[in-house]
């Protein structure tokens, strides 16, 4: 709905469900059961996804252009720097919660 294209939505979908298949996946390798926490984290990651995505994806529709290059760099100029800032932001926020002897703020961080 967000982007009026069907093609980019299903992209779009396609790139989350990657997101959470990998993290799931890497949930598999730590060998950790599915709980509360790592439910809570699920939940959270989603949103992440879905965030950076469909930003990203609003802004690539949203251009000016007709050419895929043009539209690319447009979304990068206008959304990357905000999405990257948000991504970063959350990883250094991240490090300290993974250091923690907590549980649940250990999870919390290596998500």
Same mark, same amino acid.
């Given at each position: 709905?967000?982007?009026?294209?069907?093609?980019?939505?299903?992209?779009?979908?396609?790139?989350?469900?990657?997101?959470?298949?990998?993290?799931?996946?890497?949930?598999?390798?730590?060998?950790?059961?599915? %709980?509360?926490?790592? @439910? =809570? #984290?699920?939940? $959270?990651?989603?949103?992440?996804?879905?965030?950076?995505?469909?930003?990203?994806?609003?802004?690539?529709?949203?251009?000016?252009?007709?050419?895929?290059?043009?539209?690319?760099?447009?979304?990068?100029d206008?959304?990357?720097?905000?999405?990257?800032? %948000?991504?970063?932001? @959350? =990883? #250094?926020?991240? $490090?300290?919660?993974?250091?923690t002897?907590?549980?649940?703020?250990?999870?919390?961080?290596?998500?």
């Amino acid at each position: 709905v967000a982007t009026r294209s069907p093609v980019l939505a299903s992209f779009a979908a396609f790139t989350i469900l990657c997101i959470l298949g990998s993290v799931l996946a890497m949930l598999v390798a730590y060998g950790w059961e599915l %709980g509360v926490i790592e @439910s =809570i #984290c699920l939940t $959270i990651l989603s949103g992440f996804a879905v965030d950076y995505v469909v930003h990203l994806a609003h802004a690539y529709e949203d251009a000016g252009y007709h050419g895929r290059k043009e539209r690319v760099r447009h979304a990068l100029d206008t959304m990357g720097v905000s999405v990257f800032s %948000g991504m970063a932001t @959350s =990883i #250094c926020a991240s $490090i300290p919660l993974a250091l923690t002897q907590l549980q649940f703020f250990a999870k919390f961080g290596y998500f």
